[in-house]
């Protein structure tokens, strides 16, 4: 049978409540299992222990596509409970899966085996089992270039246009639940170091072509920098990574530029990644966090690798910690008052 498109966009992901359920006494349980429960267990420990160390700055690593496929809720829950302190991530899930859905628009459910062909024809995008409307998608990039056209032109590091987005946000978004939005009132810094590599980068395209002679362009210098700014603030830090890529990689390194900038930050204290790379072809994703601990990168002492799919080993890892109540003690660090305030509009 052949289905139409509003047929086929027509059952919404929804996104997963981790304040619903008690996870502490099964996770805590997994810990005298093997495998990946084991892993997971003690990664759920070791996020716990993060939120229990008051001077523990925790940096959400994002890649993969994490929003589409109904993990909102669970950043979202982390943000709003001082959780995390700063995110860095691909530019898929922040613009065009969480703006996306702040601007309105939803994931829906479909199926791997659809036909692709028809697909394109219908203008949809297929992410595995999850659909979105592409017109939709092409309302986002017209909107990123609606806000770099509003921008006074000159270089913006990532972070400084998130949070524009953020503001979008709250003046005209019609989905409140937003993470771009959260962290643009809770002071929280989003990082996302390849921004074009997006919906991002076809606005900030359009922008440019449109503005040859001056436009807004992205510093990816300034992101690294400002990120580097961080940690030397932050001192103690604790990497939560949800899946390897650019993310990783960046929230890693800022230790050695530090050093190198003279500064005394010390290795990241507590690291965990979920990810389902492996560590045999050489690659960064699937790298060991051990591996890490040579580059001078993240300490040995508390760290773990879970091999898991993230739609599984997320909500888990956060609602064990959401459960444990550790975070209700916590302090808000508002990272993003490190960077001074600079004119933004045109
Ligand atoms: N994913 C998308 O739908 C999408 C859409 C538009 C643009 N992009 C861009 O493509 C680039 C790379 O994107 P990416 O992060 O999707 O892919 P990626 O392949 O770079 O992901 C990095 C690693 O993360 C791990 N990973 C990813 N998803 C995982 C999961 N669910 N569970 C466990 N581990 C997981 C994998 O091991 C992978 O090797 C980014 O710049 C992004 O903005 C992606």
């Not at 995390?84 to 199926?111: C, M, P, R, W």
């Not at 309302?139 to 056209?149: S, V």
């Not at 409140?176 to 980068?201: H, T, W």
């Not at 650019?246 to 530029?257: G, M, S, T, W």
């Amino acid at each position: 049978m052949v289905q139409t498109k509003t047929e086929l966009l027509s059952t919404e992901i929804k996104h997963l409540d981790i304040k619903k359920y008690n996870f502490a006494d099964m996770i805590d349980s997994m810990g005298d299992t093997a495998f990946q429960a084991r892993n997971l267990s003690r990664a759920a420990q070791i996020f716990d222990m993060m939120l229990k160390d008051k001077q523990c700055g925790v940096i959400l690593c994002l890649a993969g596509s994490l929003i589409s496929a109904g993990l909102k809720q669970v950043i979202l829950d982390m943000l709003e409970n001082n959780m995390i302190d700063a995110i860095v991530s691909t530019g898929a899930n922040i613009v065009d899966q969480d703006f996306f859905e702040g601007l309105g628009f939803k994931h829906y459910k479909g199926n791997p085996f659809l036909e692709d062909t028809k697909l394109q024809e219908l203008a949809i995008d297929r992410i595995y089992d999850t659909l979105i409307d592409e017109d939709q998608l092409r309302i986002c990039d017209d909107t990123i270039c609606e806000i770099a056209d509003g921008m006074q032109p000159r270089p913006y590091s990532s972070r400084e246009f998130i949070h524009i987005m953020g503001k979008y946000l709250q003046d005209h978004g019609k989905d409140k639940n937003s993470i771009v939005l959260r962290a643009y009132e809770k002071n929280i810094p989003i990082f996302v170091p390849a921004f074009s590599d997006c919906s991002a980068g076809f606005g900030l395209v359009m922008h440019q072509v449109k503005n040859p002679e001056k436009h807004v362009s992205i510093d990816s210098v300034k992101d690294f920098r400002e990120l580097t700014q961080l940690k030397i603030a932050a001192k103690e830090t604790g990497l939560l990574m949800i899946g390897g890529g650019v993310p990783k990689n960046f929230a890693q390194d800022v230790v050695v530029a530090a050093e190198l900038l003279g500064e005394d930050a010390p290795l990241h204290k507590y690291a965990i990644q979920v990810t389902v790379a492996d560590e045999r072809d050489g690659a960064l994703s699937g790298s060991t966090l051990r591996e890490a601990c040579s580059w001078g990168k993240v300490s040995v002492v508390h760290e773990q690798m879970v091999f898991c799919e993230a739609t599984i080993a997320l909500p888990m890892i956060a609602g064990y910690a959401y459960s444990k109540g550790s975070w209700k003690q916590r302090a808000e660090r508002e990272y993003n008052n490190l960077f001074a305030t600079t004119e933004t509009v045109a």
